[in-house]
């Protein structure tokens, strides 16, 4: 353990078992969530504590002050990443974007990232979240018990035709049930706790023929490389006959020696894209439509700004978001309410720290909790009510103007923090916006009345859970109605989307 320098005091905390420490303590939570044990254990300890798991200290961050000041303002020595045994270097051979360490060739993979979601990129992709945005208004419509499908196919639809150029129409093409399926398969398999080797790493010794987990981390690896290759192997074909239209592979596959990342890096950074952006934004969709659900009026007044800035006759286009601040209020208020990595995505420290007198380790890993973070009522006063007037209204302390351009999600916490933060936030933050505008501007919605009895449904506040255990979360199923506000509404909604159809069927030029 590291010296401690004189008067450098332990963080607080629970002390834990003894060797296990509080490895079994953190889904005693309410719901079984970390990230609830994690915020109870804040009203405990504070806003800045440890535990521990076999020895590893991990630091958990209660506030957006504290993120900021080590995560952004020491990012030098906290913007690294655990290497599971299991989860990184068995699976991927330490190549997967998100978990690989601070260093020269993180700033490489970061820089091709960087290269295709900075926001000049993201506004020349608009177009194409038009047409998406435009076919998803019109199935919702028709099919609102597909929800969860017909999000997830708007955003795997929009990052698999931006990183393959892929045509997605149904959603249920070989390529996104390829890709997803192989996602679930990694999150289960990197999910902390799931395998004995990722505690205890001197089990990486054994031969194979004693690790069983060593043989299933090579089968899924070669599954991966394999459908990552392949895919790369497609745009090269295309590109080579001279058919390949715009897209990140055909970029970095014409400018290789901009980004010196070895074949199978870049593979990575760009097979990785879809993880991170697919069923990330989808949720954030499905939460929107549950606090709407839940919280109705916010829905009347998101309609009134859009009947008043648009009018009847035509969607609303990203043009119009300046003039919309209730509709990004309501956007970045459901971010805030749930979270989608709601434990936050941990760093690691490289260094020894010591931070208002308390000493934090080398190899800490340390998560920002955005659950507590986006609940500190110092910044969100009566933290548990859907209020969107807190990014509106001057009363309240996270109000900023103009409001043309605030509220807006620039460098939010939702999004993480310090040199890490989440390349596509610009991305994501723009699907949101559109889809939240289109679907408000067309549709009610309104809680399910129950057949049997004639009352309304209330879905429960917080059911969440995910298919891929682990890092991300989404609301589980939901009951709701949803429907076209009028028919003229509707006649705009059918013109458009056979519109949007046709068009996605030419190829895409992003400038
Ligand atoms: C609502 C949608 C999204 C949310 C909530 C989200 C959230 C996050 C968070 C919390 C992190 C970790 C940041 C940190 O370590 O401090 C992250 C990382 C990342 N995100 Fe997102 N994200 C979203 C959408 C996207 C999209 C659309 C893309 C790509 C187009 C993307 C690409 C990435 C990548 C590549 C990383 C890894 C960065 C690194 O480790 O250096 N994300 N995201």
Redesign the pocket.
Known sequence: SPQHPKGAKHLPGPKGKPLVGSAYDLNTGPGGYFWLKFTEWGRQYGPLYQYKVFGKVNVIVGTEKIANDL?RERGDIYSS?EQLPMGSQLLSDNKK????PYGDE?RR??KL?HH??QVRAAISYQPLQMKESARLVHDLILQPKRYKTLFQRY?SAL?LR?TYGAQIETGEEDIVRLVYANQVNVERVSAPGQYLVDVLPILLWLPSWLAPFKREAAKHRQREVSLFTGLVNNVQKDVESGKAESSFTRMWLENKEKFALSDLQGTY?LG??YS???S??A??AMSWVLLMVLNPEWLVKMQQELDRVIGPDRLPEFDDLTQLPMVRAVVKEV?RMR???AG????KTTADDIYNGYMIPKGSIVH?N?WAIHRDPELYPDPNTFNPDRWLSPKYPTYREPLTQYPNMNNYS????????????H??ER??NIIVARVGWACNIRKAIDPATGKEITPPEYDYSTDVKGLNTEPHTFPFDMSCRSPQHWAVVEESARRATEELKRPLTLT
């Open positions: 995560l990443r974007a998100l978990f690989l993180w993979v970061r990232q295709v979601t955003a990052i931006l950074v990785g894209l991170a952006a697919a990330t934004t949720s954030l971010a979270p989608v990595t936050g995505i941990p760093h920002p955005q939702v999004f993480g923090f310090g040199r890490r933060l989440c390349p596509g936030a991305i994501a699907s949101l």
